[in-house]
């Protein structure tokens, strides 16, 4: 799993960690980042899933991974003998959510007759294609050959369900996720329409590109973590001095990870309820 926050972020908000030793540091960071991701049962940062799911007894199908930022395609029949591949102009995507639901006017564009106001009841199978995660994703102009390359993409800047994002230097993209060339690349310039980064891999003209954009409480909840780890014996003196200790949850060696009230509550909201 990819880390939450780097190593600037967080000794913002524990300032102990910018004295820590960089590779100890940034041990810890994936470390409370595992942990984070496996307490919430989601993984954070935009990856491609290819999922296949049972029928729903609706018109409407609940994709398991949110936000969802980019859907592919929709294969309808897949595993009969002559699956439909569907595009996503065929479906309305509540983003947010994960719900995808036929338009009205998709029936006209498939190859068979196809009853959209069932939607999803009348098949026994439906195999979804999509890249999901807290980020953005955009796609490149132009194709992109391995080296440092200047990549022009679609957009520079923009907004993802009200939340603004924008290519800057430093940032950590993926090229291409869940296809054989994907990879990630740290963007070392940028102007007002193109970045620079090096690739391993080509290319081709409308490759994707995907940016992380991690909640703001998710990053503060993970620097909290990381506090706990360094600075366990303050903590708990503190903890005691406001009459906040209750029983021996605070009450933990130095060292040890622990996710306290205040950072369950922050996890809590994006947590992903087993059924």
Same mark, same amino acid.
């Given at each position: 799993?990819?880390?939450?926050? /780097? ?16 590779? /100890? ?18 993984? !954070?940062? @935009? #990856? ?37 591949? +569907? ?8 983003? =947010? ?6 338009? @009205? ?7 068979? @007759? !196809? ?16 890249? #999901? ?14 080296? =440092? ?18 290519? =800057? ?27 620079? #980064? ?11 590109? +995907?940016?992380?954009?991690? @909640? =703001? ?18 903590? /708990? ?16 060696? #130095?060292?040890?990870?622990?996710? /306290? ?15």
């Amino acid at each position: 799993m990819a880390d939450l926050i /780097t190593a600037a972020y967080c000794s913002t908000i524990v300032p102990g960690t910018a004295n820590v030793n960089a590779a /100890t540091l940034a041990a810890v960071i994936s470390a409370v980042s595992d942990a984070v991701q496996r307490y919430c049962r989601r993984n !954070f940062t @935009p #990856a491609a899933y290819t999922e296949l799911y049972d029928s729903p007894n609706r018109p409407y199908l609940m994709l398991r991974q949110t936000p969802v930022l980019l859907l592919n395609s929709v294969t309808l029949y897949p595993t009969g003998l002559y699956p439909l591949v +569907c595009t996503s102009d065929q479906f309305d995507l509540r983003p =947010e959510i994960g719900r995808i639901s036929f338009k @009205p006017q998709a029936a006209q564009s498939l190859a068979v @007759p !196809f009853p959209w106001r069932l939607g999803f009841r009348c098949l026994d199978a439906v195999e979804v294609n999509y890249i #999901a995660g807290f980020g953005f994703t955009t796609t490149s102009t132009v194709s992109v050959l391995p080296g =440092e390359q200047i990549v022009t993409p679609a957009a520079m800047v923009g907004a993802n369900i009200n939340q603004p994002w924008a290519i =800057e230097a430093g940032a950590t993209l993926v090229i291409d996720p869940g296809t054989a060339v994907q990879e990630t690349v740290t963007v070392s310039a940028v102007t007002g329409n193109t970045f620079t #980064a090096l690739f391993a891999q080509p290319h081709a003209v409308g490759a994707a590109i +995907c940016g992380v954009q991690i @909640p =703001e409480d998710i990053a503060f909840a993970s620097a909290l973590a990381i506090g706990n780890i360094f600075n366990q014996p303050d903590l /708990t003196k503190q903890r005691e001095s406001q009459g906040k200790t209750i029983g021996y949850e605070y009450l933990v060696r #130095a060292g040890d990870l622990i996710f /306290t009230p205040e950072i369950t509550n922050i996890l809590d909201r994006y947590r992903d309820t087993v059924v």
